[in-house]
C-alpha cells in the first residue's frame, strides 16, 4: 500500500496549489490492484479504518516536507468519520508531522450524513476546533440534499469529474450546473474545485465558469 498525490492546480495561474493524496496497492502477483476493487474489501473486513488512519498519518508527514502552504486533501470514509476516535487520530497526525491544521483538508462524501444527526455535528465541530479544512467531494452525484450545507463546516466543493466531461461541447448542459455550483459555493463562501480535467479547453472553460481549482 502507498500514497499517490494528484495536484491541485489553481485555474487562472497554473500554480500547484496543493496535493490529494490516493491510495494504491501494488500486490506482488496481481501487480497494480485499482481502489475500486481493494476499498469495498477493506469496508467489508472492516480494515478500512485502519487503512485510512495510515493514509492520514503519512499524507501529513510527506506534506511538512513540501515548501510553503502546499495543502495536503485525505480522503476520509464514512466509517472513520463516524469513529469516535477519529478527532484523536487526526490530532496526533498532524502532531507527529509538526503539519499546520489549516495545510489538511478532510475529504468527505454525501454518504457521512446518512446518519447525520447530534453525532455528526459534534463530530464536524471536534474537527473544525482543531483547525482543518473540509471538502465536499464528488458533490452532485449522491443524495443531493442541500440542508447540510447549511450546517456542515465545509471549505470546498468538489465538482465531479461527471461534470467536467464533455463541458466544452456546444450546447453541454454541463456548463449550467456547473455555473450553479460555482454560485452556491460562492453565497456560502466555499472555494470551487473541478475534478479530472484532462485537457487544456477545460481548464479555460473552468477558468470561465469561475471555477477557481
Known sequence: IWLAYQPVVEAN????????????????ELGNVPPSLFIPIAEETNLIGQLGDWALK???ADAV???GNVRIAVNVSPIQFGNLDFPAAVTQALSNSG???GRLELELTESVF???GDATD?????????????????FGTGYSSLGYLKRAPFDKIKIDKTFIDGVTEEGSRNVAIIKS??????????ETTAEGIEAHDELAKMNELGVKL
Open 13 to 28: 495561474s497554473n500554480k500547484v496549489v496543493g496535493f490529494e493524496a490516493l491510495l494504491r496497492w501494488t500486490h506482488p
Open 58 to 60: 503519512q499524507a501529513c
Open 65 to 67: 516536507q513540501w515548501p
Open 99 to 101: 503539519l499546520a491544521p
Open 114 to 116: 446518512l446518519n447525520e
Open 122 to 138: 459534534h463530530m464536524f465541530n471536534t474537527l473544525k476546533m482543531l483547525g482543518v479544512r473540509f471538502a465536499l467531494d464528488d
Open 181 to 190: 455550483i460555482v454560485s452556491l459555493a460562492e453565497g456560502l463562501n466555499m
